[in-house]
């Protein structure tokens, strides 16, 4: 017994030693940090492997902006996207919503690859007049009998003037100014774009197909708004290449109608020929249809919460658990005397074990953030925790009513009250894992941390608890010491 | 009692364990207090409905920390920035919070106008718009939170009243489940009669409402199980006299329980959410107030009593309750009294209990339950 119980105690500080003197600290929800949340919502019903496709996509470009700490994570059927601890959250949220779009840019030239990469501040120079991919430049001409159909200045050189401009950022990539962008899955190419001339909601369907020669291909259709603004695009830039950036990447930069004399309109539909695989054609057409996603997202709730509020709701909450320890410890002391000092005793214990646990878990991606409802979860468990200690107690001064002598009333007591810990506790722990499973949003994180401090109740009382009440029985039965149990009891065996 | 000369006061005969108070006997006042409150507030509910929250509804609402301001000057700079019809509170000591329903614009608008807001407001409290908190939610959101929610409720009623049936037995079950819903109902209709906001952080509290009100009952009941097996066998007292028992066995622990889990709540309410402002604590403060208080006192002046009368109705009860009616020396029990009469038979188990700690064939020929 008081193996079990220096090992508990020695588990307990010893773990909230080691986690504080590494540094480690709960993994704070946004609410307490500050930060940014959105929940998407698929606007049609879809597979889960397209949701998870999701997932991964939101991941990238999150963590593309550069902020620690972000989750993307599927609840339900909802995508829940979560940055803590950014100040501009804001910001954060235009990206995350707008990058959706796939953009159509004019392509001005090849650049080399950046070899001393700094950020270009201002307007980007104009390409040099031998390397721009102008009209003239390429003079494509077509030529039914080639393999292409075509024929086209393939000499033109990368510009080696930008090479110590770096690709564009994220953050700078904007519609309506120029871009310098990498080309997919050609690595070391890239481009200098013009401002976006049409983005992706002008698109209506894509799909990969097989032509008539056996190769892949992607046919498009355009929206009737976007079949006119196409026509115009298109004519624009006859004979030239086109971009279509998606997410800072170039998917492809197709010439316009390179197998005819003349502009003609494309009358809302359209194909896109090349080196295609079958991978890469429907990759193409997923991102033409959908943008960078599989399906459409639409934004249920969004919230950001600045980093003050956030400080000040952290005080509130902690303030609000630590006046509510104190009040249910001076209760307990009022009311059972030296019996009250074994839950102040136990409280502690708990509170070490379940803070070290908490700041472990704050390392995993297991566990959910530490929020408001977390926080309101452990302040519930106060009254769980204790109760155990008063169905002991009460059930001890119930045996000792009986007459029985201290000594084995700690016994008798404990195992009663044993059974009624269990019975209750799993009523507890059930709600809280149902809760887990079934629920959405905060409600998660509330039932996580209620749960947990219900298993580490019934740890508490077996391993701390029960030792530590019947070793002070024992001495109790011996010597008649203020700190004996008597001191809780007496007022009750004699009447 | 009759023969303690100094007569302790009531919170000393709770100390003592000599309360005899009637639970079972006067449930009748128990019940009706019960359906008036629940009356009154599904009348309330069916005319005044219940305040929701933006999540419910749909909007934007807008946070700032500011000191030096006023409600009036944040309803006017926000009206500016372009809001129809925006309520403006202050939480706490000096926080700011605007609702306004941005539903009708188009995506475009509620993003502009959801900027200007911030720096409507950021400007008035004086702080970078880094400072402001926004929230905005599509209509269909609170809906999808309340069929969760509802969807955890079945499950867990139906995981409860299953778990109670094969652990304790189904009429224990059923009194329980009823206790859980009566508590579900006063919360409901608290919320609709005082106006209280409800919010998706409404819903989770009432849930662990009902597990805590569950955990309350159960500490009963295994009480009620324990006598059963004991008290109950020696055919002294009736079986609602038994339930009583167990009642007064428990009264000090219940009320303990109950002040010990609402003491924190209390101070999330009044601590946290009053003088620190911060809503969610509010939110969930409230409601598990509300529910905890009902909850402890359904445990005791529902579940008990309707278990008893349930029981009662079972012909062997209603045998024993006709038996111990026309014995002449049937008294009222304490469990103080209670205690010392098992006292003698109960520690005879207590040597045999622990010599065959392992074994698993109890020798005595009466059921013991302890084990």
Redesign the interface.
């Known amino acids: 017994m008081i193996v079990s119980l220096v090992l508990t105690i020695a588990i307990a500080f010893g773990s909230l030693a080691t986690t504080l003197s590494l540094g480690w600290g709960p993994k704070l929800g946004l609410d307490l940090a500050g930060g940014l949340s959105v929940v998407y919502k698929p606007v049609t019903p879809t597979s889960k492997a397209n949701m998870q496709e999701v997932v991964q996509i939101l991941t990238n470009r999150v963590n593309g902006l550069g902020v620690s700490g972000a989750q993307v994570n599927l609840q339900g059927k909802n995508v829940v996207v979560s940055v803590p601890g950014v100040t501009d959250a804001r910001k954060v949220l235009a990206l995350v919503g707008e990058t959706a779009q796939l953009l159509f840019r004019p392509v001005l030239c090849q650049v080399t690859e950046a070899k001393k990469v700094y950020k270009y501040s201002g307007t980007l120079p104009a390409c040099g007049a031998t390397y721009a991919l102008t009209e003239s430049n390429l003079a494509v001409t077509p030529a039914p009998n080639t393999a292409a159909g075509y024929n086209w200045d393939s000499s033109i050189q990368p510009d080696p003037k930008y090479a110590d401009v770096a690709t564009t950022t994220p953050i700078d990539d904007v519609k309506n100014k120029s871009v310098i962008l990498p080309v997919l899955g050609s690595k070391g190419v890239r481009y200098l774009l013009g401002p976006a001339q049409m983005t992706g909601q002008s698109i209506g369907k894509a799909y990969a197909q097989i032509d008539t020669a056996g190769a892949w291909v992607v046919n498009y259709t355009l929206t009737s708004k976007g079949s006119p603004l196409w026509d115009k695009v298109a004519n624009e830039n006859f004979h030239q290449e086109l971009a279509i950036e998606l997410d800072g990447v170039i998917q492809s930069a197709p010439l316009i109608q390179p197998t005819q004399a003349t502009f003609s309109s494309f009358g809302g539909q359209g194909e896109i020929s090349g080196s295609f695989t079958e991978g890469s054609a429907k990759n193409l057409a997923i991102a033409m249809e959908f943008g960078a996603l599989p399906v459409r997202l639409q934004a249920l709730t969004t919230q950001t919460v600045s980093p003050t509020l956030g400080h000040s709701a952290l005080v509130a909450g902690l303030g609000a658990g630590l006046v509510g320890l104190a009040l249910v410890l001076l209760y307990t002391i009022l009311y059972y005397r030296a019996l009250g000092l074994v839950i102040v005793l136990g409280l502690s214990v708990t509170a070490a074990l379940l803070w070290a646990i908490i700041s472990a878990l704050g390392h995993t991606a297991f566990a959910p953030s530490f929020d408001l409802a977390g926080v309101t979860g452990l302040i519930v468990s106060i009254g769980i925790t204790v109760d155990s200690y008063i169905v002991y107690f009460e059930r001890l001064k119930d045996e000792a009513r009986a007459g029985r002598s201290i000594r084995t009333s700690v016994d008798r007591g404990f195992r009663s009250a044993w059974r009624t810990v269990l019975a209750a506790d799993t009523v507890s722990l059930l709600a809280a894992v149902l809760l887990y499973l079934i629920a959405v949003g905060d409600v998660r994180g509330f039932a996580f941390f209620l749960g947990l401090s219900t298993l580490m109740d019934v740890f508490i009382t077996w391993y701390f608890t029960r030792p530590l009440v019947i070793l002070l029985g024992r001495r109790g039965s011996q010597s008649t010491s203020a700190l004996s149990m008597a001191a809780g009891l007496s007022s009750g065996v004699h009447e | 009692m009759s023969d303690?000369t100094k007569a302790p006061g009531r919170f000393g005969r709770l100390?003592?364990?000599?309360t005899t108070v009637d639970f079972v006997g006067r449930r009748k006042v128990w019940f009706t207090i019960s359906i008036v409150i629940i009356l009154v507030g599904l009348g309330s509910l069916s005319i005044r409905g219940f305040n929701l929250g933006i999540?419910f509804k749909g909007g934007s609402s807008w946070?700032?920390?500011a000191p030096k301001t006023s409600v009036s000057a944040v309803t006017h700079s926000v009206e500016k920035a372009g809001l129809s019809s925006p309520i403006v509170e202050k939480l706490?000591s000096d926080?700011y919070q605007v609702t306004a329903d941005l539903n009708a614009f188009s995506a475009a608008k509620q993003l502009s106008v959801t900027?200007d807001v911030?720096n409507a407001l950021a400007k008035v409290a004086n702080?970078n718009?880094?400072?402001?908190?926004?929230?905005?939610?599509?209509p269909?959101?609170g809906g999808?939170?309340t069929n969760?929610?509802l969807?955890?409720l079945i499950?867990?009623f139906i995981?409860?009243v299953a778990?109670i049936s094969i652990?304790f037995e189904p009429k224990m079950a059923i009194a329980a489940f009823v206790a859980m819903v009566h508590d579900l109902l006063v919360t409901v209709g608290v919320y609709s009669l005082f106006g209280f906001q409800i919010t998706?952080?409404t819903?989770?509290?009432i849930?662990?409402i009902?597990?805590?009100s569950?955990?309350d009952t159960?500490?009963v009941f295994?009480?009620v199980r324990?006598n059963a097996g004991g008290v109950l066998k020696s055919g002294d007292i009736t079986y609602g006299e038994m339930v009583n028992l167990s009642m007064n066995?428990?009264l000090?622990?219940s009320i303990?329980?109950s002040?010990?889990?609402?003491?924190?709540?209390?101070?999330?309410l009044l601590?946290?959410?009053d003088?620190?402002?911060?809503t969610?604590?509010q939110n969930?403060?409230l409601a598990?107030f509300v529910g905890?208080t009902s909850g402890a006192y359904s445990s005791i002046f529902i579940a008990s009593p309707l278990l008893a009368w349930m029981k009662e109705r079972e012909p062997r009860f209603r045998d024993l309750a006709e038996r111990v009616a026309q014995r002449s020396d049937h008294r009222i029990l304490s469990?103080?009294t209670a205690?010392?009469l098992?006292?003698d038979g109960?520690?005879r188990t207590?040597g045999v209990a622990r010599s065959t700690r392992t074994s698993t064939v109890s020798p005595r020929a009466r059921k013991q339950k302890?084990r």
């Not at chain 2, 718009?129 to 599509?138: K, L």
């Not at chain 2, 002040?259 to 999330?268: D, G, Q, S, T």
């Not at chain 2, 003088?275 to 911060?278: R, V």
């Open positions: 303690v100390y003592r364990g000599l999540d946070e700032v920390l706490g926080t900027t911030v702080v718009p880094n400072q402001v908190s926004t929230s905005s939610v599509g269909t959101w999808q939170i969760r929610a969807e955890a499950v867990f995981a409860v778990y652990r998706p952080d819903v989770i509290a849930l662990t009902l597990g805590y569950l955990y159960v500490v295994d009480r324990d066995q428990t000090a622990r303990n329980t002040l010990v889990a609402i003491l924190p709540v209390l101070a999330v601590v946290g959410a003088l620190l402002g911060a969610t604590l969930y403060g598990l905890l469990p103080a205690a010392l098992t006292g109960a520690q207590v302890r």
